[in-house]
């Protein structure tokens, strides 16, 4: 069973930045892809992007494109989340979840029930 550990969580001006580490330990060799999610108070969690372990495809909500960058550390088994210019309604509780088997089709809105291991998640908080 793997791991989930994400950091990198905190408090931030409107504009600024942060970097969100997801570190995967026991993570069995044909894992497919991991994903962050995020989830504010009384809304549903939804899909922020996701990453393959192999080819580095990425692919990316909306509501993100062009601000948040997505990577991974295949040596590290760590997926990180570069967020820019971060806006008050980025304030969430942000997941890392590990996708095993592959998948397509499904682009920008990638649903919860695709991911099998969910980290503990790691508050977000942007002030306007």
């Known amino acids: 069973q793997v791991q989930l550990v994400e950091s990198g969580g905190g408090l931030v001006q409107t504009g600024g930045s942060l970097r969100l580490s997801c570190a995967a330990s026991g993570r069995t060799f044909n894992s497919y892809a991991m994903g962050w999610f995020r989830q504010a108070p009384g809304k549903e969690r939804e899909f922020v992007a996701a990453?393959?372990?192999?080819?580095?495809?990425?692919y990316y909500a909306d509501s993100v494109k062009g601000r948040f960058t997505i990577s991974r550390d295949n040596a590290k088994n760590t997926v990180y989340l570069q967020m820019n210019s971060l806006k008050p309604e980025d304030t969430a509780v942000y997941y890392c979840a590990e996708r095993m088997s592959p998948v397509s089709g499904y682009g920008s809105k990638w649903p919860t029930w695709l991911f099998s291991s969910w980290g503990q998640g790691t508050q977000v908080t942007v002030s306007s």
């Open positions: 990453i393959t372990w192999s080819g580095g495809t990425t």
